[in-house]
């Protein structure tokens, strides 16, 4: 992890939170043997996807797991008992789990919309947190998903696996060192090839027999069921925002973990929904350029021009060298004219995620911060939604990393969290 700055001092205590940054807190972890008691809030296909790297990590025990929609939640309980060779507790409402004080943590893979809501109600519950990317939505909820896990002395596990994995390690190592150089520039991308009409437009209509439409939109504004705001709802403003949020948040943390946690001081975005067509709000082409401190940075996205390989990346540009990566390996092209490549593959997805449990069942026993503490989580999960603002709003933002705010007095409406009532966001 980087070294305390002055500045992520100041966005605790902007925050609110009363545990210093250095020393998240003291004590250990005791359980029955030193078993974790686990639960799985949200089952669908990453919830599910946890249930099966969390059951091949020694110390977890999975006792219950929770969705809206039966026989989703049927599906991960078989799952649960099975690997688990136990019968689990299966629920549909996430406050039956906290309030069970057998469970000492919590995997949250609900959608989007739900990430910083369940993370903090599940710190105050004095449960320690697993919580996938986006961490939040909006910003306001990533600051106080910060203060939640400080006040209550949690750990709170972000879900950029690659922080556990070698890659990502091994390239911050890299531009440490200097070997690149000087660097200037660095670009991210993602390009995808589907099927231009794939979401389709369908109408509004009744809910499924077994989900809870109205608890699945919970803090979201109240809206008729429609199956693409279900099934497809990274791709509406409510509930998410779009591939810079999904896998825009992987890509700049790798930039943003290679120098020291730095967030950048101007962002500007152009983009739009260009290629897929229904009903779907997000945009599908995206360009974004952020300027950090001494470097700028891109973000890119082009959907429906990939031709055959989807793929996605980091490029680091220096004066002495271009490294490319991605989650195949990486490649290290030297400036000098007739010099070889160095081409290192690492096919780590799949056990870039066990390291991820690992790292936090390490971390709820010691009591230290995990590989993706929430506040860098946090930090490039705001990285991406300042780009959706800076688009949508049409504005270049400045932001103000000492506040941890935008400068502009316009922009802030757009950093708060406009929950529905009974739903607050409160630490």
């Not at 026993?365 to 300042?386: G, H, M, N, Q, Y």
């Not at 709003?393 to 990393?401: C, I, T």
């Not at 935008?406 to 739903?423: G, I």
Request: charged fraction near 25%.
């Amino acid at each position: 992890m980087a070294p305390e700055s002055p500045d992520r001092r100041r966005f605790l205590k902007t925050a609110g939170g009363a545990v210093l940054a250095s020393a998240l807190f003291t004590g250990d972890f005791h359980g029955a043997n030193d078993r974790i008691n686990l639960a799985f809030i949200g089952t669908g296909r990453m919830g599910s996807r946890n249930i099966g790297y969390a059951a091949q990590v020694p110390g977890f025990k999975t006792v219950a797991v929770c969705d809206v929609y039966r026989p989703t939640l049927a599906s991960a309980a078989e799952k649960a008992s099975r690997l688990g060779r136990s019968a689990v507790k299966a629920v549909e409402d996430f406050r039956e789990i906290l309030a069970d004080k057998s469970i000492d943590a919590v995997s949250i893979a609900a959608p989007d919309h739900w990430h910083a809501c369940m993370a903090i109600e599940a710190c105050k519950a004095g449960k320690d947190v697993w919580v996938e990317t986006p961490a939040c939505v909006y910003v306001e909820e990533g600051v106080k998903m910060v203060e939640a896990a400080r006040r209550y002395q949690r750990v709170v596990q972000g879900g950029t696996v690659e922080r556990s994995g070698g890659l990502s390690r091994q390239v911050r190592a890299i531009v440490k060192r200097g070997e690149l150089g000087d660097i200037a520039f660095c670009h991210t991308f993602q390009t995808i090839s589907p099927d231009r009409a794939a979401f389709g437009n369908p109408p509004d209509a009744d809910p499924p027999p077994g989900l809870d439409w109205d608890m699945w939109l919970g803090p979201a504004p109240k809206r008729p069921f429609n199956a693409n705001r279900w099934s497809a709802f990274r791709h509406f403003w409510d509930y998410s925002g779009g591939a810079v949020t999904d896998e825009g948040v992987h890509l700049l943390d790798i930039v943003q973990s290679a120098f020291d946690e730095a967030m950048p001081g101007n962002v500007a975005a152009q983009g739009g929904k260009f290629y897929v067509t229904g009903n779907t709000e997000t945009a599908d082409t995206v360009q974004a350029t952020y300027r950090y401190p001494g470097f700028v940075a891109s973000y890119q996205c082009r959907i429906g021009s990939a031709g055959d390989d989807d793929t996605c990346g980091a490029v680091f540009h220096g004066t002495r060298a271009t490294l490319a990566v991605n989650r195949s390996g990486y490649a290290i092209y030297p400036n000098q004219k007739g010099a070889a490549a160095q081409v290192v593959r690492h096919h780590e997805m799949a056990a870039a995620n066990v390291a991820h449990w690992k790292n936090f069942r390490e971390s709820v026993r010691s009591r230290r911060k995990p590989a993706s503490d929430i506040e860098t989580c946090v930090r490039s999960t705001v990285t991406c939604l300042l780009a959706n603002i800076a688009l949508r709003q049409g504005m270049n933002l400045r932001w103000d990393d000492r506040a941890f705010t935008v400068k502009q007095s316009e922009a802030r409406p757009f950093l708060k969290a406009p929950y529905r009532a009974p739903w607050k966001l409160e630490v």
